[in-house]
């Protein structure tokens, strides 16, 4: 049986959604060692995204995956931008990781 929740699915399958309304081609990563749950790029950037749904948007239940990856943007072993989407009642929060954590991505209403 999948580790993967069907919220958790839901929350890939909406984040695949969203990059392709913003002209991204998408990659779903699978496996139970992978990093990114997503890969996606257009013409100018490539994206690695971990999807996670949590009770709360605080950063902390993804303590394991910051921690991992930023070793990763550290060594500079990822091309691209790293980011987290937090998935939460309130909606999303997204997380660029970078070599010492993660900090929040203010997002523009639109």
């Known amino acids: 049986m999948s580790s993967e929740t069907k919220t958790r699915r839901c929350a ?3 984040a695949i959604g969203e990059l392709s309304r913003r002209g991204y081609l ?6 139970k060692d992978r990093i990114f749950d997503i890969i996606a790029w257009n013409r ?3 994206l690695g995204l971990i999807i996670r749904t949590a009770r709360t948007s605080d950063i902390r239940t993804c303590h ?5 990856t930023s070793a990763l ?4 072993i990822v091309p691209g ?7 939460h009642p309130g909606g999303r929060s997204r997380y660029d990781i970078l070599p010492g954590g ?7 209403r639109s």
């Open 64 to 68: 394991d995956e910051v921690r991992r």
């Open 12 to 14: 890939i399958w909406s």
């Open 81 to 87: 931008k790293t980011e987290i989407w937090l998935y």
């Open 102 to 108: 993660a900090i929040f991505i203010r997002e523009g």
């Open 26 to 31: 998408t990659g779903r990563c699978c496996g």
């Open 44 to 46: 100018d950037h490539v």
């Open 73 to 76: 943007v550290l060594d500079q």
